[in-house]
């Protein structure tokens, strides 16, 4: 499978790995050009690089991580009918603030698919630091296997993405659709900590809209 990638960021670049080193053919872009992207050519070996507009049209499913103020600047034309991954975090002290998330009355995936109105939006990627996307991949069946929440609106490509989650070293927990990925958003239970299915699924139930935890400091890796 191709896959696009639009930002080159710490987790754009470690979902680039995993799925290279699963067979995948990926490209990933930035804001600034594929001429400033030498340092990703040589650090990630058999990695594409192009423009946003390249990443998008390359990808049969494009990864989109990028802060959550540019999600405006995603070339919507060139993703009509495909099944767009989203990573993105609101963080208002980044991103300044948006009254309807501020609100609770909107998710960040929502808002990207009102954006997308002819793509497929999957939440997923955005609850995990960078680093422990290649330190805890692990071996399907491995029992000490993380698994990592996905909420999107269409079935079809919520499959499409539970199965590229599993090559890629995790399981999946159904967190629902787009409406209810708040649940595993920035200051909820899920948010960043490791988990396996069940554990999971229980974060998932503990999530309450409108209370915010404090933030996550990320721990060691499994041993």
């Known amino acids: 499978m191709k896959i696009g990638v639009i930002g080159a960021g710490f987790i754009g ?33 058999g ?11 390359f990808g049969d499913v494009v990864l989109v991580a990028i802060p959550f103020q540019h999600y405006r600047s995603v070339p919507a034309q060139w993703l009509e009918g495909k099944t767009v991954m989203d ?39 955005n609850a995990i630091f960078a680093p422990d996307l290649t330190q805890d991949a692990r071996p399907h069946g491995a029992p000490d296997r993380r698994a990592l ?32 990925s708040w649940r595993f958003e920035r200051a909820k239970p899920a948010y960043c900590v490791r988990l396996d299915q069940a554990g999971l699924k229980a974060a998932l139930a503990a999530a309450e809209r409108a209370v915010e935890l404090p933030p996550v400091e990320r721990h060691p890796p499994l041993s």
């Open 13 to 45: 670049r470690a979902v680039a790995q995993l799925a290279l080193a699963a067979g995948h053919e990926v490209m990933l872009s930035n804001s600034r050009g594929p001429h400033t992207m030498s340092s990703v050519v040589s650090g990630i070996l």
């Open 47 to 57: 990695v594409q690089v192009g423009s946003a507009d390249d990443a998008a049209r």
């Open 87 to 125: 990573a993105n975090n609101y963080y208002p002290d980044r991103d300044g603030h948006i009254p309807e998330l501020d609100r609770f009355e909107t998710t960040t995936s929502r808002l990207l698919a009102d954006h997308l109105t002819h793509s497929h939006v999957v939440k997923v990627f």
């Open 149 to 180: 929440p996905v909420a999107a609106d269409d079935a079809t490509a919520k499959a499409v993405v539970t199965q590229l989650l599993d090559e890629l070293g995790f399981d999946a927990v159904d967190a629902g659709g787009l409406d209810e």
